[in-house]
């Protein structure tokens, strides 16, 4: 475990606990008669790369667009550092960046555009935007395609212009819907490199995904959600126990149904109809 800073250890000396990146109580969210998330209380540390795994349809886009003011709760609260989401969505917006699911873009603006866009919007300084705007070009890969549209980027380069609107403000926790899905190996590795710079300055990370050994390699703190609940949340090494990677304890902990196709689909395999 890294050293504790002094600041953690003088609120450890008064009994109070460090200040968490995000803190639910007892949130749900129906829509209609389906139950998308069921009463979860999680509390995620601030200063940590966190991923949020479930399977198809287990709640983590309604919970991370519960926490980040674009979805309202049916009941429960939710803090991030330290702040009511719903009292004043705007305070908390100002403080964290977000890169959610599909995320729909001013398309006929260029990636530079869109920057400056966002950076104005945030009500950063131009000189500080532009330079700011050059760099994360530059960092992702993306100073060749500064001018073109985005209705002309690939997926891959449509995920990192929204990471660096999601960044361009400096956020103190950074929430990201699958940022690695449809990205090919070398964006995700340039994305990984971004995130880990930021998560090395004291800020935190928090996404979701579906690939294990993703998450078994990046993150250090993992919450389990299956069927809009939470199986499991701690530290990475914890949740993993003695499972023989997080994949085999993902798959115990939301209790897998894998010999179904098994028998069920005894005429599938090629050949005879
Ligand atoms: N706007 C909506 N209207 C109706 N049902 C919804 C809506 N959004 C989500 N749901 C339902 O809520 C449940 C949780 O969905 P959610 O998108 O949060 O899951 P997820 O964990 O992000 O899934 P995936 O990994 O497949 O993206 C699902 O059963 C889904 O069908």
New binding site residues.
Partial sequence: MAAEGPVAAEERAAGEEPEAAVRIRSLWKR??E?I?VAGIDLTLPAGRFIGLV?P????????LSMITGLLRPDQGTVEVVGRDVWSDPADVKSRIGVLP?GLRMFERLSGRELLTYTGRLRGLPTAEVDKRAAQLLDVLGLSGSQHKLVVDYSTGMRKKIGLACALLHNPEVLFLDEPFEGVDPVSAQTIRKVLERYTASGATVVF?S?VMELVESLCDWVAV?AAGRIRAQGPLDEVRGDAPSLQAAFLELVGVRGDDAETSLDWLGGGTR
């Fill in positions: 829509f209609g389906q998308a479930g198809n349809g287990a709640g983590k886009t309604t919970t699911e979701s579906h959600l």
